[in-house]
């Protein structure tokens, strides 16, 4: 019977080779198995060994004894790596932290796929830090550093403008309020009523947690129909001004490292990196508990003080709490003002509270916050800078001037000032003036420069000035997205609304009021006549700034939704008409009102402040010729009894070279695609 194999890759009854201790060629099997006579020669047969005696590897049960010993032994370093702390995982995965591509704090699978292309980066993921979070960072650096050695200094992140008081989205967030008060005026062919008490500075509209605002951003896209300019509009010579992505390809300036750590906060550090830990991973109310626990432990340490600060800011925003934000405030104030603190942490402390007092509308306040700043740091420009925006917002523009002007006889290509300073010249009239510092501060490309208000004032200011180069700017402005289109250039918008100059009565739904307009046309023209003849005082002059020259006033009836009472008793039944029609009455972003303009009146190109609300023209009084209106590139004259509907987000004028006076009756609506919830929430204008 022939010799069975055996099972682990050893021969039967093979011959050997060799010598050695194993069987032999001779050797006799017993049984009819074929295994070998001994023993030895069994177990070795067992295992794979070879006949001449050597093995032929690492046998089965070895393998896994080996593999159990290596096992056990990487088991018992690991423990023994934690429990006697010989790695910081912290500061490795804080280092590993800095390719955090996903924004969710740590480096991980999904941020290499980012890193290598598989997988493409979230735009609606937060990828830069706060200012404050990136000053933390670069002092946590510091320390770390070997003495001798320098840490790389972080970029500088581009501050767009003083104003991140109201954060930017259509329905939870807030519009950016930068019209430094002056220009919460309606800049249409009929403006806001020129007796309207100025708004007080610490009322000017704000954004705080307790009422969710509908406002959106200036800068949202609007879908429009943009019709072309006429070639003779536009000259031929390029504007130099970088664009944006030729900015951020520029390498940014670096500044200094600020030091945010005392003497006596560096030897406690390890506990500020902890309750700061607990911050960046967004355990906010863990961190708030850690943070007083240190201030009470250590009342005479700044940076305590300081991250119990950030944390309440951090934990106003996450609860959307006023109250939180106002402790928070108060914290700043008091990291800024305890002895030894490290003026670089003064500094960032007396920021952030001046721009969370801008938050809540204490624009007295911020100011006071902000003189102190400059107070502390006299030769910092961009405090100073700041200050001016201060004053601004308080509608202080004589002290605004002054600012921007010390400021540019110390740096006088300093951008922000620049643009700023020909802001307030042309809201002082200084049309040329204020040209070529619009102008080179856009061009600067400075931080805060790329401003749609810029864009418009200085085109306005150039069409004024007869230079056609106006419509480039308005055209770089439109491609920057700040406005919806050359032709409409409104700042305060909401998206996505049918744009169009011209509007037919069927277009906007509100047939039922046209009808009851024109029907009752002469009631209305008969008791505007009556309020002219027995009282001219009510009609007050149009001080918008908008006339070329000429003699233009108005009577209003209803502004900002709010009916005048007193108004209305001149013209009572045109008032009883118009209650039935809350598109007009409810229009918190416009106004009901006669206008009379007298000959030898025009009225400059410019544009309403919203996209929110179409315009009706009723005509009462029309001399037969003399008297048109353009909007956009599309010019139509008024006839009494008829409605002209435009929408004045777009640019218009008008001129009155007639005999005798013109009376129309102006009636702003909602813009019919608005929803009831967002007629309720926009903030007035």
Not at 409 to 424: C, E, M, Q, R, S
Not at 558 to 586: D, I, V, Y
Request: glycine content about 10%; aromatic content about 8%.
């Amino acid at each position: 019977m022939a010799p069975r194999k055996n099972a682990k890759g050893g021969g039967g009854n093979s011959s050997g080779s060799g010598s050695g201790s194993g069987s032999g060629s001779g050797s006799p099997s017993t049984g009819s198995s074929g295994s070998s006579s001994s023993p030895g020669a069994r177990r070795e047969a067992k295992h794979g060994g070879h006949k001449n005696g050597r093995r032929g590897g690492i046998s089965g049960g070895s393998f896994f004894t080996w593999f159990m010993v290596i096992a056990l032994l990487g088991v018992w370093t690991s423990v023994a790596v934690v429990w006697f702390d010989l790695i910081d995982y912290e500061e490795v995965l804080g280092k590993l932290g800095v390719y955090d591509a996903d924004g969710d704090g740590d480096f991980d699978v999904d941020d290499a796929k980012v890193l290598l292309g598989l997988k493409e980066r979230s735009t609606s993921e937060r990828t830069f830090p706060r200012e404050e979070d990136e000053a933390e960072t670069q002092a946590e650096l510091e320390e770390r550093a070997p003495e001798g050695t320098e840490v790389q200094d972080v970029e500088d992140e581009v501050k767009e403008q003083i104003q991140s008081l109201l954060q930017e989205s259509v329905h939870t967030d807030h519009e950016i309020e930068d019209s430094y008060h002056m220009e919460e005026t309606d800049h249409s062919e009929a403006g806001t009523e020129a007796g309207t008490p100025q708004q007080d500075p610490e009322e000017v509209r704000h954004q705080d947690y307790d009422e969710p605002v509908y406002e959106p951003s200036e800068n949202e896209g609007i879908e429009v129909s943009d019709n072309a300019i006429d070639d003779s509009s536009i000259i031929s010579e390029e504007i130099n001004v970088a664009s944006v992505e030729e900015q951020q390809d520029t390498p940014p300036v670096k500044k200094k490292k600020p030091k945010l750590l005392n003497k006596f906060d560096k030897t406690i550090k390890a506990e500020l990196d902890a309750g700061e830990k607990l911050r960046k991973r967004g355990k906010i109310e863990e961190a708030v508990t850690a943070f007083e626990e240190l201030v009470r432990k250590y009342p005479q340490s700044p940076r305590a003080r300081y991250g119990k600060a950030q944390c309440e800011d951090d934990l106003a925003e996450k609860r959307r709490s006023n109250e939180v934000l106002r402790r928070a405030i108060e914290t700043y104030q008091e990291a800024a003002n305890l002895p030894d603190a490290p003026s670089d942490l003064v500094k960032l402390s007396l920021k952030r509270r001046s721009e969370r007092q801008q938050f809540l509308g204490h624009m007295r306040g911020s100011l006071l916050t902000l003189q102190r700043l400059v107070q502390l740091f006299p030769s910092d420009t961009t405090l100073k800078n700041d200050l001016g925006v201060g004053y601004l917002l308080m509608g202080d523009n004589d002290s605004a001037r002054k600012v921007y002007e010390e400021v540019l006889n110390v740096t006088p290509n300093d951008g922000f000032a620049k643009v700023h300073y020909g802001f307030i010249l042309k809201a002082q009239n200084k049309i040329a003036e204020s040209i070529p510092y619009l102008k080179e501060g856009i061009e600067s490309g400075a931080p805060g420069t790329d401003d749609g208000r810029f864009y418009f004032h200085l085109g306005d200011a150039m069409q004024r000035v007869g230079n056609k180069e106006a419509y480039k700017w308005y055209e770089l402005g439109h491609k920057r997205g700040h406005f919806a289109s050359v032709w409409q250039r409104s700042l305060y918008n909401v998206n996505g609304l049918k744009a169009q100059p011209w509007w037919t009565p069927r277009e906007t739904g509100y047939t039922e009021l046209v009808k009851s307009l024109e029907r009752n046309w002469k009631l209305i023209r008969d008791e505007g006549l009556m309020v002219m003849d027995k009282a001219k005082g009510l009609f007050l002059p149009e001080d918008e700034n908008l006339r070329e020259k000429g003699d233009w006033s108005q009577f209003t009836l209803w502004q900002q939704g709010r009916k005048n009472e007193n108004a209305c008793k001149g013209a009572p039944k045109t008032c009883t008409l118009l209650e039935k029609f809350s598109e007009t009455t409810g229009c918190r972003r416009g106004q009901i009102k006669y206008s009379i303009m007298h000959p030898g009146t025009h009225v400059w190109p410019h544009t309403g402040p919203t996209n929110c609300r179409l315009r009706m023209h009723l005509g009462l009084v029309i001399p037969k010729e003399g008297c048109k209106i353009r909007c956009a590139n599309e010019t139509r004259t008024w006839e009494e009894g008829k409605v002209l509907i435009f929408d004045d987000s777009f640019e218009h004028e008008v001129w009155q070279d007639a005999s005798s006076f013109r009376l129309i009756f102006i009636v702003d609506v909602w813009h019919p695609e608005l929803t009831p919830q967002q007629r309720r929430s926009l903030p007035a204008i």
